[in-house]
Each structure stands twice: as C-alpha cells, then as structure tokens.
C-alpha cells in the first residue's frame, strides 16, 4: 500500500470518529430532549425525535467507516478480534478497549431498536439506557486513543460534547422532568364516546 493510501485510510479513521462523537453527542442530548416532551427550536415532540433517530444512524455509519478504514490502516495494527474484544489491542490496549466496548454496546442497542416490535418496549428501555454508558466510553476512546487526543481542539470539542450532555442529563434529573413529559404527551379523553352512552 503507498504512503499515500495510508495516509488517506488514517485521515478517513481519524474524521469519521471525530464526528461520529458529535452525531452521539447530538443523539444522547436530543433522545433526552424527546423524552420531556417539549417542543425544540420550533420541531415538536415527533420532529425531535427523527433528528435523534437520524443522528443515531449516521454515528452507526461512521463508526463503520472508521472501524473499516483502520482495519484496512497498516499503521493503526487493528484486527478483527480487537473490534470484538476489549482490552486485547496492541497500540494502547485500554484506551483501544474502551472504543471496543463502545462498538459493543452499541450492536446491542442497534439490533434493539431495528427489533423494537419483537422486544418489546420494557426490553427497549432497559438496553437503551446503555447509551449513557456507550457515551462516555466513546469519549475516553476519543481523547486516549485518537492521534489528536491531546489537541487544543479536540480537547475543546469534547469539553463542549460533555458540557451538553453533562447539561441535559442534569436537566433529566430535575423533579419536575417528569411531569413535564407526561403533560406533552397527555392523552385525550375519549369525550364522543361518552357523549354518545348519554345520548
């Protein structure tokens, strides 16, 4: 392979993980944004939702260009079996591991949601909630293991990633979230049927 492709295949492993932490950052900070029920920016409850799903879907897309443009890397000495197994990688085996256990979690979370009608919604729940652990996973593999983990602005670009979610997380743990949610999705009463027994 030429110095050239290399450095292609880096520059593309390199990108795609980048913003592949922004799209999880955006889908972790939306799908708590969806469960309060509130319209944002002028998209309701519905339209929130679809950018969350979006979001999801282009960060599963770019993790598998980044996993693939580094299994094809000479340089980055990834195999098969690190993509699959923590902790077992040559080029920092930690950091590397975390990012394993990020692609892991998030197989599982994938193949839930595609499988939502079959699961179940208290199954769909309870795997979901494996994003608030698939985050910060991906954010220490970000800073440990990426070329630019020491960079002012991949450092700044974190800082940012963490401030939001840090900030929606701590809006979810607010008493009143609840309550909140349920008054944007309350149900109406069936008032016709009614209307129609006393008639």
Do not use: K
Request: net charge positive; aromatic share 8%.
């Amino acid at each position: 392979m030429s110095a050239v492709a290399e450095q292609a295949l880096w520059a593309l492993g390199r990108g795609t993980g980048v913003v592949a932490l922004v799209l999880m950052t955006i889908s972790v900070v939306l799908g708590i944004a969806t469960r309060s029920g509130r319209e944002i920016a002028g998209w309701g409850r519905f339209g929130v939702n679809e950018i969350h799903r979006a979001a999801a879907l282009m960060a599963t897309g770019l993790v598998v260009v980044h996993l693939g443009s580094l299994l094809l890397d000479p340089y980055a000495q990834l195999r098969w079996f690190d993509v699959v197994v923590p902790f077992a990688g040559r080029f920092r085996p930690v950091w590397q591991g975390l990012g394993t256990l990020a692609v892991d979690l998030l197989v599982v979370v994938m193949l839930t949601s595609l499988l939502r009608r079959h699961v179940g919604p208290r199954v769909f729940r309870a795997v979901h909630w494996a994003t608030y652990a698939l985050w910060p996973l991906v954010v220490g593999h970000a800073i440990g293991n990426g070329t630019d983990g020491r960079s002012w602005w991949l450092l700044a670009l974190a800082g940012v990633c963490v401030v939001a979610v840090g900030s929606a997380v701590a809006w979810r743990l607010l008493p009143g979230f609840a309550d909140r949610g349920h008054r944007g999705v309350r149900i109406p009463r069936q008032v016709p049927a009614r209307a129609g027994r006393q008639a």
